[in-house]
DNA sequence: AACCAAACTTGCAGTTTCTGCAAAAAGATT
DNA sequence: AATCTTTTTGCAGAAACTGCAAGTTTGGTT
């Protein structure tokens, strides 16, 4: 159980967050410093980094943080993962709106993308290993991995696309979508 | 066709990129800096900012930076997206020495690979054009933001892969390796 | 309650990264 | 050669980031 420690780490952490995307809503990201982010979070410019490395890591946040390590049950395998990813689908809809700022920060300023994809690569690792796990292949065997990257990546486009949209669906609807066009890559109709 | 210009920019941008890595391969990617990379390509610090938005980005360089742009025949999508990609995978191994000396710079620092996804995105883009051309559906119609997402999360399996195998096989085996297991992600077995 | 140890915050000094601007150098054009 | 464009460079300064050595808060122990 989290004791005050925790709690207020996670407030400090969510405050330069949250301020960082405000800001860089407002602003743009390179109008915004690093000192008027911790000042609005109301912390010194050096507890900044000892939160997150860079600036940009802040907008970006560990949007996975606290989520539980992924575990596939024996289903057929788009099944599985989109049962094993489920927890993740529904924290980032329960916090709505800081996705959707998050979001729209990034579109307005397209270097963060890169920045979004690189945050999901650790949870792809993850994702990889609990496949290897369930199928009893090696961890550096190529499926696993391609499976986890092509489940990521299909994570992505749904994310973006929910996130576009407005959620005017629910996120997991967007990920069953991009889900069922997965099955049509590897149809032998021509292009 | 390209003059003097042309040429002597592309040699300094190679200049920096080689320097780059190979000083962050002998010491580690934050114990160069800025200043050495530029002495050690033979221009002024401040060039280096002229080629590189950051030391990271000239480590990563822009790997597909005058591929031409893919274009999709009328074969199954799979078979058209290795058509198309081919080129790319070409100049990889072409580059061999170099790709090699850069993968071996981001397996040992991580914070790396991120940049190197990233810098697979422009490409992704620009494939998810061809693909909706060729299809004739929306741009933003989620099938060919899928497919290139995925052929893309292959591609980046096959390259970390050959790198990791040091080229003991060429690059586009792996590419097709990669791509055969595609074809297993949505079969219905158990996993 | 008194105390201790670990974790967290903060200030400060110093290095490195990165930008804007204007002048100089090099290449292209006629 | 004269001119125009592109690239390089130096300089000044802002911002990012790090290591260290305090202080402060928290959790647990006696």
Redesign the interface.
Known sequence: MPGRREIKRRQTRLALITAALRLADERGVDRVTTEEISAAAEVSPRTFFNYFATKEHALVGDPLEDCPAPV?K?????D?LLDALAPAFEQIQGDRDLWLLRMRVISANPQL???L???A?SAEQRLAQA?AD??GLAPDH??P???A??A???V??AVV?WAESGDSRPLIEHVR??FH???????????
Chains 1, 2 share one sequence.
């Open positions: 596939l024996p289903l057929p395998l788009l599985a993308l890169p920045l994809i690189a945050a690569a496949i369930q199928t190529p499926r991995q391609v499976a990257a092509v990521n990546a299909a992505r486009v696309r979508e991009a066009h997965l099955k049509e890559v590897d149809d032998s109709r021509r292009t």
